[in-house]
């Protein structure tokens, strides 16, 4: 959520950075928090003065009494009493006031980074740097579709008896790639990378969705549980950065324990709401995925160093697997809801001849952490203790391993149908090599 001080002393920034994002539309939700700020202000003041004239009132009253004049202190009973009920209404009013103004709040999205770059969508995001160069072969490569079920690894049939559309069924050495690429995802980050690995709940409440900025305005795009859990309305996490980033909310962290790194395995559920007709075929976009996330929470001074590490080490990942990639810088008009400025690495899909999204890498600054009050304390200033400030929060995927099986099935299957595996899985799949040809038909 943005600084809602912020917001009503500058709300030209929020609205240039709304145009960035191409949502002008919410100009008019601006000019309504800052007149709702006017409002508060002048309520505040109100009340503020109706309280120090009833601590004058009694302490003359009182006085009065002593002094025998009653029917003066009466009166100025009725004062103090009549002041009581408008202090009361106030602070209803507020009560109302805040509550709208949270509501609008929740509908804007973070202030866009100076650098990102003007545009509409991905069409116009910028090519930062590319890696590795795609082969150049003399058959025609398939998609992954028909590279998995000739070789008998991916059964999208049977899924579609079990659950239907936008699911799967690896077999064996497809089985065994998802988890070699899992475990040598967790292996990476926490040996060479440094991150602490945890294992959290899939099913998170409501409050822990608003924390990070799925909720509220993006529910249909989320698994809801029928029944609620524990008394709240509970969902199914559509990342692992939604109850990672959570783990400290509500605390004060200490400066010495920043940043903190963590990497977390965990099947990831989302509806699609949005994606009606895209990548309708195979398992680039599924309502259940498998994905490796890496979540800093980090200091205001170096979180954007730190973007930059988080970045490198999603890139390693695909280094690696020697997969062909490039990253790109998200444009205005591209940028998730929540994040300030993103990195997304694309990864060579041969069968479409085009780079696809194999991570996001995103810095969110304050946004998450003051919905969620997630703050650390800096060291000490000339011996004297300092005030709690926001952290900064940034994730990134490292990686989803459904599209690395995409990219791995294409980018390397030899002209007679068989997969060769990259070298950095071979260990996690029991030193196979190659997934044989499919048998001739």
């Known amino acids: 959520m943005i600084d809602p001080h912020f917001l009503i002393e500058n709300p030209d920034r929020v609205k240039d950075s709304l145009k960035r994002r191409q949502k002008e539309d919410l100009y008019p939700y601006v000019d309504e928090l800052v007149s709702l700020g006017g409002t508060r202000s002048a309520l505040l003041t109100e009340r503020d003065t109706l309280r120090a004239d009833r601590n004058r009132l009694s302490k003359e009253i009182g006085g009065m009494y002593r002094s025998g004049n009653a029917e003066q202190a009466e009166a100025l009973k009725a004062t103090v009493q009549a002041g009581n009920v408008r202090i009361e209404q106030i602070e209803k009013e507020i009560d109302v006031l805040e509550a709208r103004r949270t509501e609008l709040a929740m509908q804007i999205p973070n202030l866009v980074d100076d650098d990102t770059p003007l545009g509409a969508s991905e069409e116009d995001n910028t090519v930062v740097r590319t890696w590795g160069t795609p082969r150049d072969v003399d058959f025609e490569i398939e998609a992954h579709v028909e590279i998995g079920t000739k070789l008998g690894i991916l059964d999208l049939e049977r899924a579609a008896k079990l659950t239907g559309a936008r699911f799967a069924v690896l077999v064996g050495a497809g089985a065994r790639l998802e988890r070699a690429l899992i475990n040598f995802y967790l292996d990476l980050h926490t040996g060479e990378h440094g991150y602490t690995e945890v294992m959290v709940p899939y099913m998170v409440h409501r409050r822990i969705l608003e924390g990070t900025g799925q909720l509220p305005k993006f529910e249909e795009d989320l698994f809801k549980m029928s029944e609620p859990v524990n008394g709240s309305d509970t969902f199914l996490i559509p990342t692992a950065e939604v109850p990672v980033t959570n783990l400290h909310r509500e605390e004060i962290l200490d400066a010495s324990e920043m940043p903190k790194q963590y990497a977390c395995f965990t099947p990831c559920f989302r509806s699609e709401a949005g994606s009606a007709g895209r990548d309708v075929r195979g398992i680039i976009r599924q309502h259940q995925f498998h994905k490796v996330e890496l979540v800093w929470l980090s200091t205001p001074e170096t979180s954007d160093d730190n973007h930059n590490t988080l970045v490198g080490h999603a890139e390693r990942c695909l280094q690696l697997l020697d997969l062909p990639y490039r990253v790109v810088r998200l444009c205005g008009g591209d940028l998730s809801f929540n994040a300030q400025k993103c990195f997304d690495l694309e990864v060579w899909m041969p069968s479409q001849k085009c780079y696809r999204e194999i991570s996001s890498v995103s810095n969110f600054g304050d946004y998450q952490s003051r919905r969620m009050a997630l703050r ?65 038909e």
């Open 376 to 440: 650390y304390r800096p060291e000490p200033v000339n011996g004297k203790k300092s005030k709690a400030r926001l952290a900064h929060t940034l994730n990134g995927s490292g990686l989803a391993v459904g599209r690395a099986i995409v990219a791995i099935l294409e980018n390397n299957v030899q002209a007679d149908g068989s997969v060769i595996i990259p070298k950095a899985l071979v260990p996690y799949m029991g030193g196979l090599e190659v997934i044989p040809a499919p048998p001739a």
